[in-house]
């Protein structure tokens, strides 16, 4: 790589990580904020407010590497023109087709990274988020265990009831349940506890000093138990397992189901780093200032582009979701206008002349 490529690439670079801090910054604070108010409602428990932090700031990240990138790019080129070095590195025969090149050097194992993250990464990171929630959801219904009021298991096949909440846990515990094959049992104790089974992480609680009454009175089957502790389920904290959505599957899953949903999704993953490298395309002439010429005008076009074409892309996934268009009606046909947009200005940067190819030395 030529001193000159490696000095834009370092300045593009440079602006691509600055923008991507900043915009990390923006969106971790902001979902932290939403947990955390989640968390004083009491509709997540707040040993999982770091881990869907943490799951939700590689998302982020996923979702900001198109845009930073374009940002990065502008800002970077920008300032070169604005400082007059441009000018200099024009003058000595710098095309906006060389800079492109230069700017390629980044965008590319952006993309690649992007890449990474669409096609691995970020549907497990979707698929570890679907259980946080899911096991968010089902300890929050053991928070509304009321003292004086009955609880019904989601099937409707276990029912409890907790006369008095204390320091020293539960009073007065009824629990009703029906066994496999449809026998009631029912178990009071005059003491328990919540406890967490280590192995599958349902939360149960630990009956003390209780009986058991299993089966219909008066039949010969019915039975009596006592017992000093006794550990039951309890109704209504059986996390139910997370539906799987396309974007939890793996890519190779995508590949081997069919459906309007998992197109979508397929092509959605290809979009990321194919963006990228679209808006580092069109991120190039776009940068162009006069020296000592505002950034305003430059970034709100900028900003206006990105935001048609990122919000036209989700919608076009949307219809592809729902059958209205197919993938290549609804999404490809955004990636080819970008890039003849981005082309037809890089053309026009150029003087409106194709860049010389290179000639072979006379013998």
């Not at 000595?92 to 890449?115: D, F, I, N, Y």
């Not at 929050?140 to 204390?166: C, H, N, Q």
């Amino acid at each position: 790589m030529r001193t000159l490529d490696r000095y834009l690439a370092r300045e593009v670079g440079l602006n691509w990580l600055a923008v991507a801090v900043v915009l990390m910054l923006i969106l971790v604070s902001g979902g932290l904020a939403q947990l955390l108010a989640r968390a004083a409602e009491g509709d997540l428990p707040t040993d999982l407010v770091g881990r869907l932090l943490l799951v939700d700031s590689l998302r982020f990240f996923y979702w900001i590497l198109p845009l930073a990138a374009f940002l990065g790019v502008i800002l970077a080129l920008g300032r070169l023109y604005r400082d007059s070095e441009m000018a200099v590195m024009i003058a000595s025969g710098v095309s906006p087709v060389g800079l492109l090149r230069a700017v390629m050097g980044v965008a590319l194992p952006v993309a690649a990274l992007s890449a990474l993250l669409a096609f691995w990464l970020v549907p497990a990171v979707e698929a570890e988020r679907a259980a946080l929630e899911a096991d968010a959801e089902a300890r929050a219904e053991l928070a509304v265990i009321t003292p004086g009021r009955f609880l019904s298991g989601r099937d409707g096949r276990a029912v409890l009831y907790v006369e008095s909440v204390g320091p020293e846990g539960l009073a007065n515990v009824f629990i009703y349940t029906r066994t496999g094959d449809g026998e009631p049992a029912v178990e009071v104790a005059r003491q328990g506890r919540l406890v967490t089974d280590p192995e599958s992480g349902q939360r149960m609680i630990e009956l003390l000093d209780g009986h058991r009454y299993q089966g219909l009175p008066g039949e010969t089957r019915f039975r009596i138990w006592d017992f000093d502790a006794h550990t039951v389920g309890i109704p209504g904290s059986e996390p139910p397992p997370p539906e799987i959505e396309a974007r939890a599957m793996t890519t190779t899953e995508l590949l081997g189901t069919g459906g309007d949903a998992v197109e979508a999704e397929l092509h959605w993953r290809i979009a990321q780093p194919l963006s990228v490298l679209l808006l580092a395309l069109l991120a190039v002439p776009l940068s162009h200032t006069e020296p000592r010429g505002g950034r305003a005008g430059r970034m709100t076009a900028a900003l206006l582009i990105y935001l048609t074409y990122s919000n036209l892309l989700a919608a076009g996934r949307a219809w592809v979701e729902d059958g209205v268009v197919d993938a290549w009606t609804g999404m490809w046909s955004l990636h080819l206008a970008l890039l003849v947009l981005g082309g037809l200005l890089l053309w026009r940067r150029s003087g409106g002349r194709l860049p010389a190819l290179p000639r072979g030395r006379a013998a």
